[in-house]
C-alpha cells in the first residue's frame, strides 16, 4: 500500500493508472475510520482496480475549533485497517498541502448547502463542497464512494459534480449501524453509558416514522410529531432538526407526503467526559418504493 | 475541424488523446474572435499537439445585462477563423448544457476578485472562475492560454488552478495592439470616428506611466498622476480605476515603488451607436525587469 503526501504525486499515480486502464475508486474519509467506512471501501474495490482511501480532517468544514481539536485521530490504526482490506493507495496530505499560504478558492453550492445542517453549521458545506472538489481533482478517480449518513452532503457531492461537469461516477452506500441500531460514526467514541443508550433515540425515531407511514399516516406534520414523540422519550437528547424534504432538491415537503421523502434529524448528547456534546446524524427515505409523479 | 457541444463528448475526446500520449491545449474565448485570440491559438499549438477553441459567451460573468445582450456574435467567422488556423476541435455550448436545470455551484477566488473589474462589475469574477474551472474540467488540457490584456483574470485563474491543485499549465500571453496601440477588444467594434480615437488614451497613459519610471520617477502617486493626465487629454472617455498593484495578489503598492508592479487602467467611451457607453481595459507590469525582493 502506498502513502501519497501530495496532490502531484497523486495525479501522476492516477495518470499512469488510467494509460493502463485501470479503473480507479476513491473513498473521501477524515479517518477515524469505522466498519462503514471500510464497507464504502469494499464497495470501491467492487467497482474498480484501484482502490484510492483519503485521510484528512478538514478544517474548512468544522465550523466549531472544539469540535475540531476533539475530532478523533487514529491513523496507525486508520493504515492498518486499510491495509487489512486491500486499499492500493491512502492520499495523506497536510492542511498546507491542501490550503496552501494565500488559499482563498472556495466552491459553494448554493441552495443544497442553506437548510438542515447547513443551518445549523454555517460554512461547513461550503467546506465541505471545496474539499470534495479537491480531492476529485486529486485522485482522478472513475468513482467516488460516500455514505448515506451523510445524506445532505451527498445530495451536495452529486450536484457539485452534476454543475462542474466532473467525470465521476458518485455511489451512496447504505448507512452501518450497531447491533442496535445507532449508525456508525467516528463522534460514537465520545459516547457512553446512558447517553449511549439513549443515542438510540434517532434510530427509534425513524423507525416511529417507518411505523406511521406503513399504517397509512402521510400527514407531514403528524409524521413528524411521532418523530419528536421518539425523541422525547430520550431526555439526554437534545433535537437540533427534525425535518422532510425532498430527497433530490431538500426543498421541505408538501403537508401530505406523495412521494418519496427524506426524514433527516440531528439532536446532540452529553460527551462522556463532560466537555460539552456529541452531535449525531441520522435519516431515512420514506415511501422510498414510491414512483415520484411524472418522474421515472 | 471537430465541433463538440457537450461536456461529456469532450471529455471523452480528452481522454482518447491522453491514452494516446497526445497533449491537448485549451484556449477558452467568447468568440468574435481577433488577432488577439488568433495569437492565443498559435501559442497553443506551439505547446501541444491538439488545439481546444472554446466558444461560449458566458451570462454569468455579465453582471450587466445589456453588456450580455450588445456582446458581439460573429459564430460563422469565428468558426472559419478556427478551421483557418489548424485547430483540431471547437466546444460550442449552450447555456443549459453549462448551466443545467437547478444549477447552483459557484466558485469564489474571495481576494483577487476584488479590486479593480472585480469593484466596478459585481458577480463578474465569480461567472469567471466557475466558467473557467467548468471549461478546465471539460476539456482537461495538459495547457491553457489566456491573453494578459485581462490581467487580473489571469491572475484569479492561476490563482484559482493552484488552489484546486488542478493539473493545467497556464500560459499568460501579451496583449496584441492595432498598429495605433488600442489593445485589441471584442469590444473594440463599438467605437467609431472620435471615440475610437479618444480610446487610444489607455495606451498613451501606460506610455507615460513607462517614460516616468524609466526617468526615475517611483513615487507611486507621481506616476498615477501622469497616468490621470493622459486620460484627461481624451474628454470622451470616463476613467473608471487607475491602479498600481502587485501583479500577484493584486495588493495596493507602496507609495514607492521598489519592484514589478501592474498599472492597471478601466475607461468608458461612447458607443458608436450611441446606446451608452463601452468599457475598455488595458495593462502593463511597470519595473518588470526588477527582481523582486527577497524572491528569486
Known amino acids: 500500500m502506498d502513502v501519497v503526501e501530495t496532490t502531484r504525486e497523486l495525479q501522476a499515480r492516477a495518470d499512469a493508472d ?33 482502490v484510492v482511501v483519503s485521510i484528512f ?85 472513475h468513482v467516488a464512494v460516500f455514505g448515506q449518513k451523510d445524506f445532505q452532503q451527498l445530495a451536495l457531492v452529486r450536484r457539485l459534480v452534476r454543475d462542474l461537469g466532473l467525470d465521476v461516477e458518485i455511489v451512496g452506500l447504505a448507512t452501518v449501524r450497531e447491533s442496535d441500531g445507532l449508525a456508525l460514526s467516528s463522534r460514537n467514541v465520545h459516547l457512553a453509558g446512558e447517553a449511549r443508550r439513549q443515542a438510540l433515540c434517532l434510530a427509534r425515531a425513524l423507525d416511529a416514522a417507518t411505523s406511521a407511514v406503513a399504517a397509512g399516516e402521510r400527514r407531514r406534520d403528524a409524521v413528524l410529531a411521532a418523530v419528536r414523540e421518539a425523541i422525547a422519550k430520550a431526555p439526554l437528547a437534545r433535537l437540533d432538526y427534525a425535518e422532510l424534504r425532498d430527497p433530490e432538491t431538500l426543498a421541505p415537503a408538501p403537508a401530505l407526503l406523495t412521494a418519496p421523502t427524506l426524514l433527516a434529524l440531528a439532536a446532540c448528547l452529553p460527551r462522556r467526559d463532560g466537555q460539552g456534546e456529541v452531535r449525531l446524524i441520522d435519516n431515512r427515505v420514506l415511501l422510498a418504493q414510491h414512483v415520484r409523479e411524472g418522474r421515472s
Open 57 to 141: 480532517v478538514n478544517p474548512a468544514q468544522f465550523d466549531a475549533r472544539a469540535d475540531l481539536a476533539a475530532y478523533p485521530r487514529t491513523l496507525d490504526a486508520d493504515l492498518a485497517a486499510c491495509r487489512g482490506r486491500g486499499v492500493e493507495r491512502v492520499f495523506l496530505p497536510d492542511e498546507r498541502e491542501l490550503y496552501p499560504e494565500g488559499y482563498q478558492t472556495w466552491i459553494e453550492v448554493a441552495e443544497l448547502a442553506k437548510p438542515l445542517c447547513g443551518a445549523s453549521r454555517p460554512g461547513h458545506f461550503r467546506g465541505v463542497a471545496t474539499v470534495v472538489a479537491k480531492l476529485l481533482v486529486a485522485a482522478k478517480p
Open 18 to 50: 488510467r494509460a493502463r486502464g485501470r479503473r480507479i475508486a476513491l473513498v473521501p474519509t477524515m479517518g477515524a475510520l469505522h466498519a462503514g467506512h471500510l464497507a464504502l471501501v469494499d464497495e470501491a474495490r467492487r467497482r474498480a482496480d484501484v
